[in-house]
């Protein structure tokens, strides 16, 4: 019945971008719950075929699993739109907004929803101006990458060069936002569902791609800690947070 459902399920994974670690291990634990509930699927990396062979495998649809530019930016989801592949979570025009740090950001402060100040950066910028319009400490990041690869948390004006130039070894676009301080809570959406907020709690103190993928010293707490009235205030604000940008099936 599960086969006859879904087809053949192609999990594209791995890719070439600086998330490609990341992706291959999301990847094999998908296509492993899939062959459990007796999924007919199997795995491609379109680092190793492209688009070529994966119209070889015959998919009745794909599940993206991909990480990082090229998979979660639109231009995956571009290219099944044309060959007519149903794929898994959102859109093109929603998967290249979200992918965009600064122009995600324009959109939740067109429509109010609360996200720290943030200015653009470059090689000529002024640091102490920076510092001085934003406050410190800041946080600087690559406008497209995930997996915090590249970012680094910054208290004094004469750091910023240095987190500007490691930031810019990943993108050409680099920003500055202000820092906010505090627990850290992760909510994830599944169709119209808000799943219960999860407490990261990282001895370090700085959620990076180490704590997130290679420390097991991170933990997660679930129930969060909040009490039902702010577990639910946030769920909404993540909620009108994917809606704005047109997320789809999950995030």
């Known amino acids: 019945m599960t086969q006859e459902r879904f087809g053949r399920v192609v999990v594209l994974y791995g890719g070439s971008s600086a998330e490609r670690e990341v992706s291959l291990n999301s990847g094999a634990a998908v296509l492993a719950a899939l062959h459990r509930r007796g999924v007919d699927a199997v795995g491609y990396d379109p680092a190793e075929g492209g688009l070529a062979g994966l119209e070889a495998l015959t998919p009745d649809r794909v599940f993206i699993a991909l990480h990082g530019r090229g998979g979660e930016d639109g231009t995956l989801q571009g290219a099944l739109e044309l060959l007519g592949i149903p794929y898994t979570g959102s859109g093109v025009l929603a998967s290249a907004l979200a992918m965009d740090k600064q122009r995600t950001k324009l959109v939740w402060q067109a429509l109010e929803l609360p996200t720290p100040a943030a200015l653009m950066l470059d090689a000529d910028s002024n640091w102490d101006v920076i510092a001085a319009e934003l406050g410190l400490p800041l946080i600087v990041k690559p406008v497209h990458e995930g997996s915090t690869l590249g970012i680094s948390i910054v208290d004094t004006a004469a750091a910023l060069e240095t987190a500007y130039r490691e930031a810019a070894r990943y993108d050409a676009r680099v920003m500055a936002e202000r820092f906010i301080s505090g627990e850290e809570y992760t909510v994830s959406l599944l169709g119209?569902?808000?799943?219960?907020?999860?407490?990261?709690?990282?001895?370090?103190?700085?959620?990076?791609?180490?704590?997130?993928?290679?420390?097991?010293?991170?933990?997660y707490h679930l129930p969060c800690g909040l009490d039902a009235g702010q577990e639910a205030q946030l769920g909404t604000l993540c909620r009108q947070a994917f809606e704005a940008v047109g997320g789809a099936g999950w995030g």
């Open 192 to 219: 119209e569902r808000v799943l219960p907020a999860i407490r990261v709690e990282v001895p370090s103190g700085f959620y990076d791609y180490e704590a997130k993928y290679l420390s097991d010293e991170t933990l």
